[in-house]
């Protein structure tokens, strides 16, 4: 029987009873909108995910001392070993695939400019973590070199303390601040970067020398830890290694035994990340596959039950000589029929639900054309899988019994 | 006489019931030669249907040969099966068994849509030219629920004849239809049969079988008499004999 004919014969039958064919098809609607929708809130997660690693800069690498270990007793990380200005000198040295470093000298300090007051961290780090961290100074300029060794009591804020020193859209550029009661100029303001991976705001942030927070502000003598860029994504691990070598020889620390501090790349919190959002992306996509499985069960049941409905229809076509592939075919192209406009409906649903998240909800959501194909894939096999059984069991049917069906 | 178009040598069939055997057929011989109209008749048990089923392609035979316009019945195969009913052979059922919602000419297609061999337009022309024949040309449009049931079983004659079969097998054709119906029925298989169309009819009316040629008698599982008929009848003037009343609603 040609093809049209089969198609003409399946949109007859399941217009024949509408409501049913129409619930039938709801449970393919479903599956499919569920996975595009799933996987498209999944995709999103992780394409935001990716982007607030992207903003720590590129090809990162944060060196950070260990934590003292005696007897048993772990303290604090910084506690067992510390850095000094020489050892980032000394990684700079040795290490030919690292492009920049710097220390890094952290505190939470109260800021106040005129009557307002604010709660942040002052980060001490040399020019060079700008370029680390790809970051761009959007009014003022950054500090040189020259700040540097002066030590000079200047500083880049970012915009989130601009907004609540100076009020929001203020450029801050020229003001003073005072850092626990060091008066510091501020000679630029940072691009706003937004939120980390981990939802903190990269914008609630002081940059000043190094030098000037180690000697001005903290009163100490050492680095917390290192920030360093590596030439190329290809040369993260070599430069890691070249640091860690170089670190572990300053530190005379013995051949076999563990290193007294941790270096951690770009690449290894990306792979955290990313496998965190992916195991997110395959839970909402096998809750979404199990929905599917459910519709194609009601494929199945609905075919099962139109097969016996149909029994007499059945006996007839084979005794004017359907073979028994003919009436197998015209059960298959029923149940495809049904699970190919399921399909189809469902990618309508599934990219508007996509859609309606993303604006109400604000979530981040990325359809890709790719989820819809497998999507509908998904649906056409399940339309075969699920209708094969019943059109076997139509296309064995006996003749003589089945034209003697009541 | 020239070489039968069917015929059978030796025929049983049995059916395992239970325990217990059921011997439906006993060795049947018996043939049909080109342009025949014959009615098989006998009690219900007798193996009528059975022999009708087998005669029919749609069951094979325990032992014994069938041998059906040079084709070895017995040792075919399903789909084989369904290829000889559908090029070799016509049916007519009691209960018509045409297809509901499909209009009456897209049931006398169906026999034709199974074949690979005729484009669509040949189809249609084939089939309308079948229900010509039936009367009902002005009818293809209509489903069978709006036709009387003479006019669906003319619908099904008309599905039985469109593939040019060498026998038209007809089971019953007259037992839901009234005295008026069954008779313009039996005056189309008539006038069929004059067209030197083979029909076999299956029925346990003696004044339907009064119409055929020939009467085969079937009892136990045997061919118990195989006569001409004595005193054949016309359909045709049993109809005019008919008060003319009581007519209209009917059809």
Redesign the interface.
């Known amino acids: 029987?040609?093809f049209s004919?089969l198609f003409r014969i399946a949109l007859?039958s399941l217009s024949?009873n509408k409501l049913r064919s129409f619930l039938t098809m709801l449970g393919i609607v479903i599956g499919v909108a569920a996975v595009i929708a799933m996987l498209a809130v999944g995709q999103g997660a992780r394409a935001s995910v990716e982007k607030s690693i992207a903003s720590l800069g590129s090809n990162v690498l944060i060196i950070s001392p260990g934590a003292f270990n005696q007897s048993g007793i772990r303290l604090e990380a910084g506690s067992g070993t510390r850095f000094t200005e020489d050892d980032a000198e000394a990684i700079r040295r040795e290490s030919d695939a690292i492009l920049y470093i710097t220390p890094l000298a952290r505190a939470g300090v109260q800021l106040k400019a005129g009557g307002q007051n604010w709660r942040t961290n002052i980060y001490g780090v040399y020019p060079e973590y700008l370029l680390i961290r790809q970051w761009n100074v959007a009014s003022g300029v950054a500090f040189a070199s020259s700040d540097e060794k002066s030590a000079a009591k200047v500083c880049l804020i970012g915009r989130t303390i601009a907004d609540n020193l100076f009020g929001a859209g203020t450029d801050p550029v020229g003001q003073t601040i005072r850092v626990k009661n060091v008066p510091m100029r501020i000679i630029g303001l940072l691009e706003s970067k937004g939120q980390n991976a981990l939802g903190q705001d990269q914008d609630d942030i002081v940059i000043a020398p190094f030098s000037s927070v180690l000697h001005k502000v903290l009163g100490g003598t050492y680095a917390q830890s290192f920030f360093a860029s590596a030439v190329s994504t290809e040369a993260i691990s070599t430069a890691s290694m070249q640091a860690e070598d170089a670190l572990r020889r300053r530190m005379k620390t013995p051949e076999g035994t563990a290193s007294e501090f941790t270096i951690r790349t770009q690449t290894d919190i990306a792979q955290a990340a990313t496998a965190t959002s992916q195991t997110l992306t395959i839970l909402l996509a096998s809750i979404a596959a199990i929905s599917l499985l459910v519709g194609g069960i009601g494929i199945m049941n609905i075919m099962l039950v139109s097969v016996t409905e149909r029994t007499?229809?059945i006996?007839?076509?084979?005794?004017?000589?359907?073979?028994?592939?003919?009436i197998l075919l015209q059960f298959l192209v029923e149940a495809l029929v049904i699970s190919f406009m399921g399909g189809l409906l469902g990618i309508v649903f599934g990219v508007s639900t996509s859609m309606f998240l993303s604006s109400t909800q604000g979530w981040a959501v990325k359809i890709s054309p790719v989820s819809i194909f497998v999507a509908f894939g998904f649906s056409a096999a399940t339309g075969i899988f699920f209708g094969w059984y019943p059109a076997r069991k139509a296309a064995r049917l006996n003749?003589?019994e089945a034209?003697r069906y009541e | 006489m020239s070489n039968p178009i069917l015929s059978v040598r030796g025929l049983t069939k049995s059916y395992q019931m239970g325990e217990t055997t059921v011997h439906a057929l006993r060795g049947v011989d018996f043939d049909i030669y080109p342009s025949e109209f014959l009615a098989i008749s006998g009690p219900s048990g007798s193996g009528k249907s059975t022999l009708m089923n087998i005669l029919g392609c749609l069951d094979l035979p325990t032992s014994g040969k069938y041998l059906l316009d040079g084709h070895e019945v017995q040792s075919l195969d399903r789909d084989a099966l369904s290829r000889l009913r559908n090029r070799n052979l016509g049916f007519v059922f009691q209960s018509f068994n045409l297809l509901p919602r499909t209009t009456a000419l897209e049931n006398v297609e169906l026999p034709l849509l199974y074949r690979h061999d005729i484009s669509s337009a040949e189809i249609r022309e084939h089939a309308m030219q079948a229900l010509a024949a039936v009367g009902l040309a002005e009818r293809a449009g209509h489903y069978p629920n709006q036709l009387s049931g003479g006019q669906q079983q003319r619908v099904a004659i008309a599905r039985s004849m469109v593939n040019d079969p060498v026998l038209i097998l007809a089971d019953e054709p007259t037992g839901n239809l009234d005295t008026r119906t069954s008779l313009e029925i039996m005056d189309l298989f008539q006038r069929l049969n004059s067209r030197n169309i083979t029909v076999l009819l299956v029925t346990h009316e003696p004044d339907i079988a009064a119409f055929t040629g020939r009467q085969v008698f079937v009892r136990d599982g045997r061919i118990v008499r195989d006569i001409p008929t004595p005193q054949r009848l016309s359909a045709r003037a049993e109809l005019d004999k008919l008060p003319p009343t009581s007519t209209e609603e009917l059809i």
Request: no cysteine; hydrophobic share 45%; proline share 5%.
């Open positions: 029987m040609r004919a007859r024949r007499r229809e006996g007839i076509r084979l005794a004017v000589g359907a073979l028994g592939g003919d003749p003589i034209l």
